[in-house]
């Protein structure tokens, strides 16, 4: 089986998120992406995080009934930290040795990848899928890696290289959405409209519950 995890704060869940994993099931052939709201992120040095059931409440709802999208509270149940080199191994045993994770990351967060516990084993974890952001360009990975010390090895196809762990790195262009969580938040302070930019219900549950205001 071929898996798919998309991790992020998700504060709130947007079009940008949904759209890139909802591609990212077709073009991989995933049976599924888990998209896992960080519990307690440790990147984001916003004070003030929206607390998790929040953030997982509107990721659920977002996916309403979607059969390849998935909502995992895993990070929740873990103290401290939401580390996603943890994440990936507490996946990589409840699925079983023959599942085959696809760790789904922007351009830009994979290049802060330096600064995450552990970065080391994730390429061993995984296969790590970049997915293009604005203002990030892929030919810029390889010497980044190189810096890092990671080799890669390029393939027939120039969107896939392997580590030499045997996982792969593969290169996916999606839709650009230009959303973040971000410009909703600004929006929503300046009592303007976020709708279209997430899902509807998302749209009602801030609203409702007076989130980012
Ligand atoms: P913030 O503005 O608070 O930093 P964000 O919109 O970037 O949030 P995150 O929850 O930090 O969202 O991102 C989770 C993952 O989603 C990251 O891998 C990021 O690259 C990706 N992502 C965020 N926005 C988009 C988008 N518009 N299109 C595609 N991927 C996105």
């Not at 869940?13 to 073009?27: D, K, N, P, T």
């Not at 659920?60 to 994440?87: F, H, I, N, W």
């Not at 890696?145 to 896939?160: C, F, G, Y």
């Amino acid at each position: 089986m071929k898996y798919g995890i998309f991790g992020g704060t998700f504060d709130p869940i947007h079009m940008g998120h949904l759209r890139s994993a909802e591609e990212m099931v077709q073009e991989l052939a995933l049976t599924k992406v888990f998209l896992v709201p960080a519990a307690t992120p440790p990147h984001k040095d916003r004070i003030s995080v929206s607390e998790f059931r929040h953030r997982y409440n509107m990721a659920k709802m977002a996916v309403g009934r979607s059969t390849t999208l998935e909502v995992l509270d895993l990070e929740a149940k873990r103290q401290g930290p939401s580390y996603s080199v943890d994440t990936l191994r507490e996946l990589n045993s409840s699925l079983g040795p023959e599942n085959d994770l696809h760790f789904i990351l922007g351009l830009e967060a994979f290049f802060e990848i330096h600064t995450w516990k552990e970065y080391h084993r994730l390429f061993e974890l995984c296969h790590l899928v970049l997915v293009d952001r604005k203002g990030y360009y892929f030919d810029q990975v390889s010497p980044y890696l190189e810096k890092l010390r990671i080799k890669i090895r390029p393939t027939e196809d120039p969107a896939r290289f392997v580590f030499t762990s045997g996982k792969n790195l593969i290169h996916k262009k999606v839709t650009q959405m230009d959303i973040s969580s971000t410009q909703i938040r600004a929006l929503i302070k300046k009592k303007k409209s976020i709708r279209f930019l997430v899902p509807d219900q998302v749209m009602g549950y801030i609203l409702q519950n007076g989130l980012y205001e």
